[in-house]
């Protein structure tokens, strides 16, 4: 049996920022479940204020969800009473979200309930780990996000 090659350290690294993600994710989820909220569903609450209506577009665009994704999470939160679909004034074919009274409690709580778990996540490393961390990941990103406009210009 041929033994399988070394990953090289990009690949490794590769797997290991997904095996953080998927953790983190499940964390995410198991905190966000106790206000019947999965990850995507508090992303789109935390665009949202009371006053001021967002679109759909907007909203799914930044959350790189297609539009049939962003209309069934919006129909759920709508059926829990967090938000409320709006007429946007500037496009009759446009609707605009708005987060109704009871959103911005849930909004509000999930919030406080997530930002206690991070922090916990969070404290495997120490202080100066966790600024180094945040220089890595930030230079990284910018370097990603260079990649993408590039591949597609």
């Known amino acids: 049996m041929?033994?399988?090659?070394?990953?090289?350290?990009?690949?490794?690294?590769?797997?290991l920022l997904h095996d953080i993600y998927v953790l983190l994710d499940d964390g995410d989820r198991r905190v966000l479940e106790t206000l019947a909220l999965n990850p995507l569903e508090f992303a789109v609450l935390q665009r949202l204020g009371?006053?001021?209506?967002?679109?759909l577009t907007d909203i799914g665009a930044e959350l790189l969800c297609v539009?049939?994704?962003?209309?069934?999470?919006?129909?759920?939160?709508?059926?829990?009473?967090?938000?409320?679909?709006?007429?946007d004034p500037d496009d009759r074919r446009a609707q605009r979200l708005l987060l109704t009274a009871r959103g911005v409690e849930v909004r509000d709580e999930a919030a406080r309930l997530h930002e206690a778990a991070v922090e916990r996540r969070m404290n495997a490393l120490d202080a100066d780990e966790q600024e180094q961390l945040r220089e890595l990941l930030v230079k990284l990103r910018a370097g990603l996000r260079v990649e993408l406009a590039e591949s597609d210009a």
Request: no cysteine; charged share 25%.
């Open 50 to 55: 009371p006053s001021q209506g967002r679109r």
């Open 67 to 87: 539009k049939s994704t962003i209309t069934r999470l919006v129909d759920r939160l709508e059926a829990s009473g967090l938000v409320l679909r709006t007429p």
């Open 2 to 15: 041929m033994a399988l090659p070394h990953p090289s350290a990009a690949q490794e690294q590769h797997r």
